[in-house]
């Protein structure tokens, strides 16, 4: 379950400095929240994605598709993990490398929506970075660009062209989802 820690403030440094408990811990301005391990469909969700995006950022030069555990330091108050992600950098030897990013992408459960939709969301827009969030449940995905003030709710497919691609990348969402159900 993904629940805010008491009102105290937290930092990378503190976040880091935390006993290896099997929980995902995150800090979003100075925020801490905690993650139990994803159930399986999330994980298959994961690997789906990155069978998606990872021909394209390759072909296109766009950097490096990876995956959490990570440790993404935008600022002293704020250490994310997000799922999925598109650092820009090609060459990544630390996690300090893989900043900035090009794209974060989260699976949401009802324990995570919250923190995803709101507190991740609205920090991965003010570093600029496209945010995606997926909503198994409802075979939904949900694109928020930097300024947006609305997500995109898309559920047949998706085109994603970052600066410096010369073509789109096409998602077909339903062939997505039928794909992490096992259809």
């Known amino acids: 379950m993904s629940m805010p820690q008491a009102a105290e403030r937290w930092t990378a440094e503190r976040i880091r ?4 408990d099997g ?3 995150e800090v979003v301005d100075g925020e ?5 391990a994803p159930r399986p469909l999330h994980q298959i969700a994961v690997l789906a994605l ?3 995006l990872e021909p394209y950022v390759m072909a296109h ?3 490096r598709v990876m995956t959490s555990p990570a440790d993404l330091e935008l600022d002293r108050k704020t250490l994310v993990q997000p799922d999925v992600f598109v650092a820009a950098a090609v060459r990544i030897r630390t996690w ?3 900043v900035p990013l090009r794209l974060a992408i989260e699976i949401s459960s009802p324990t995570t929506a919250r923190a995803d939709r709101f507190l991740k969301r609205r920090r991965f827009q003010r570093a600029e970075v496209e945010y995606w969030i997926v909503d198994l449940d409802a075979r939904l995905l949900e694109r928020w660009r930097p300024g947006d003030r609305r ?3 898309l559920g047949e497919r998706l085109l994603w062209q970052p600066a ?3 073509e789109p990348l096409l998602v077909d969402l339903e062939e997505l989802f039928r794909d992490i159900e096992g259809e």
């Open 32 to 36: 801490h929240l905690v993650s139990p």
């Open 23 to 25: 929980l995902r811990h």
């Open 151 to 153: 997500p995109e709710v």
């Open 61 to 63: 030069a766009l950097g």
């Open 96 to 98: 300090d490398d893989a």
């Open 164 to 166: 410096g691609a010369p």
């Open 17 to 20: 400095g935390l006993p290896d």
């Open 50 to 52: 990155v069978r998606r």
